[in-house]
């Protein structure tokens, strides 16, 4: 694992129900890490953000809209889910996606790779720093939520654009790296 490019990837969507909301936007930070000195080091290859067109934005939750920032003409230029999920598959190969609540983001992009039938060839292993936050810091008294936003602001992490899938790609990878280092 220790060889393979993360994928920190965040997802913003209409909702929260897979088989009913979609995809609107897939960010990602793709890093390439080094772990042959005393400490590992990280170096960002690329970030990227897809904006995808909804098909069916009347099933969409209002409050998702609301919170994820959605406006529609911040998407006059988006692609469409195929598209998305072509690049996506193509810069993201071999990688390991890394994500905050990496169930729910893969639930989602796992099903539009379905839908579309675009391969998914990122690397089968997951990290979520969900995880590694509960595991490194459940013990401590001063750390009561898992949350992004809580971590971040825990860890001095500053995410101007919350709820904004690159801003989140960001944050999750910063955030990761000050856990590896705690």
């Known amino acids: 694992m220790k060889k393979h490019t993360l ?6 969507s209409t909702g929260l129900d897979p088989d009913k909301h979609e995809l609107i936007s897939i960010g990602a930070v793709l890093v390439r890490q080094d772990w042959s000195g005393e ?7 690329e970030e990227f953000e ?3 067109k909804p098909e069916r ?5 209002r ?18 889910l195929p598209e998305a999920m072509k690049i996506l598959s193509e810069k993201t ?9 990496v169930a ?8 539009a790779f379905r839908t579309t039938g675009v391969e998914n060839k990122m690397h089968y292993h997951k990290l979520d720093t969900i995880s590694i936050a509960f595991a490194k810091l459940h013990g401590r008294g001063d750390i009561n939520q898992f949350s992004l936003r809580s971590l971040c602001e825990k860890f001095g992490i500053e995410n101007k654009s919350a709820h904004t899938a690159l801003s989140d790609a960001r944050a999750t990878f910063l955030l990761y790296r000050r856990l590896l280092e705690f």
């Open 7 to 12: 994928a920190f990837i965040d997802t913003e």
């Open 39 to 45: 400490k590992p080091a990280f170096q960002i290859a």
């Open 63 to 80: 409050v998702s809209l609301r919170v994820n920032k959605y406006d529609p003409a911040d998407w006059v230029f988006a692609y469409t």
């Open 93 to 101: 190969k071999d990688a390991i996606m890394v994500s905050h609540n």
């Open 57 to 61: 934005i009347e099933d969409a939750d």
């Open 104 to 111: 729910f983001d893969y639930m989602f992009l796992e099903k």
């Open 50 to 52: 897809l904006k995808i």
